[in-house]
């Protein structure tokens, strides 16, 4: 069957096809790097990576764009109150882009644990003040968006798509936040594009209306369409953010004049001992705790067997069932290449499964289809080796088990060494290094002695010599 994605702007499932053929263009909203990252920052990247993935296998050049949010996500995703890493700054007393920095790498080290391949590019919001100051003075111009005592506000009223994408009636909203809305809005519906920094405010930006910052909305129409174009394939994100945050982001896009994504994809929430994860009762758990009880591969794979669009539970027992089915298909791959000759491999008996796999990845990202196909093959499998399946049968079948499992869903099917481990450890590190030789060359030595600080929280030492820099660890 042909590609097909379930889209929330359409509300239906319809067979997907790029704006410009054999390339894709995603933008996935990515993390407020203001904490460290927990369980529900997981599925999307996995979810995604794995989007990728297939894609690549079906032949497409991707492109994925994640964003960092570091500056105007604001606390109860309001327009008025802290910046969540202002905040988060003050509590322990570092400068912003000290915990922006911080975190932004505990996210990128807990991705690449699960082996969550690094996005083509990750833009901050911080670094791309002049394209929302631009987006904004553009919805100016158009009559969409006016200013108030130095915000700048996007006016609901004057856009009669608003609430296409959530499909709310926008004369019956109120902007989805938890405080008193600001007598200056002059709709309670009308959501910042730039705000005026008080006083006291830490991170803040001159522009033609004073000092201020951008909005949250603001930094995803203006990043996603800078990289990937005013129209794009696919825009991604939690259930959670189809309104207000996709929501204001449509409307600011289109009322600027851009097409925008033409598909929406979302993913459902995580429920931890099936309640819902609430960050404010410390019903939570973080990526860096899981690990310590739970191969980072084996929380992929549970991950991925449910639907993107349904609700996954995280509890002893599933986690379990996850690592026991893993188990199996790896004690089945390396029972095929044990007993495999040099013969050249045969892929004739597997072409079945070979087309069962892609019609459920094909089917809006089915992936728990997708590994009951393998389940399948693996039964197949050790059928046939129960029979004494010969060295071209035994390739063969391991051959579709990696290109499918750990190919496209990214989960390898042999368990890593201690020098595996070393390999991915120099090569992490190689890259580390050369990203602060490169801050250091743009005399940008703030950010090389974060990295440096970074490092040595996690127990590594940095030694800079007349031959360059080296590393051990403590």
Known sequence: MALEFYNTLTREKQPFEPVVPGHVGIYMCGPTVYSDPHLGHARGPVVFDVLRNWLEHEGFVVRLVTNVTDVGHLVDDADDGEDKLARRAQIERLEPMEVAEKYFWAYFEAMAAMRVRRP??????????????????????????????????????????????????????????????????????????????????????????????????????????????????????????????????????????KPFARVWLHWNMITLQGE???????????????????????????????????????????????????????????????????????????????????????????????????????????????????????????????????GVLGVPLEEQDASAAGRVLDGAMELLLEERQRSRDRRDFARADTLRDRLAELGVNIEDTAEGSRWRLE
């Open 276 to 406: 819902k994860m609430a960050k404010s009762k410390g019903h939570f758990v973080t990526l860096a705790g899981l690990f310590e009880a739970y191969d980072p591969l084996v929380i992929r794979f549970h991950l991925l067997r449910s639907h993107y669009r349904s609700t996954s539970d995280f509890s002893e027992e599933g986690i379990r069932s996850s690592a026991q089915g893993l188990k199996r298909l790896r004690e089945t791959y390396k029972a095929l290449l044990a007993g495999a000759s040099e013969a050249e491999r045969d892929d004739r008996p597997f072409g079945e499964f070979r087309s069962r796999f892609a019609a459920a990845m094909n089917d809006d990202l089915n992936t728990p289809q997708a590994i009951a196909v393998l389940f399948d093959l693996a039964k197949a499998a050790n059928k046939e080796l129960e029979d004494g399946a010969a060295g071209a049968y035994r390739l063969g079948a391991a051959a579709v088990l990696e290109e499918l499992l750990a």
């Open 120 to 257: 083509s590019i990750v833009p901050r919001a911080s670094g791309h003040i002049i394209e929302q100051q631009e987006l904004t003075r553009e919805l100016v111009a158009r009559g969409f968006a006016y200013e108030k005592d130095g915000s700048v506000y996007f006016d609901v009223s004057a856009w009669d798509e608003y609430g296409s994408l959530s499909g709310r009636d926008p004369a019956h909203q109120i902007e989805g936040t938890r405080t008193l809305v600001r007598s200056e809005k002059d709709d309670p519906r009308d959501f910042a594009l730039w705000k005026r920094a008080e006083g006291g405010h830490i991170m803040r930006w001159p522009s033609q209306w004073g000092d201020g910052f951008p909005g949250w909305h603001i930094e995803c129409s203006a990043m996603s369409t800078k990289y990937l174009g005013d129209e794009f394939d696919i825009h991604g994100g939690g259930l959670d953010l189809v309104f207000p945050h996709h929501e204001a982001e449509l409307a600011q896009a289109r009322a600027a004049g």
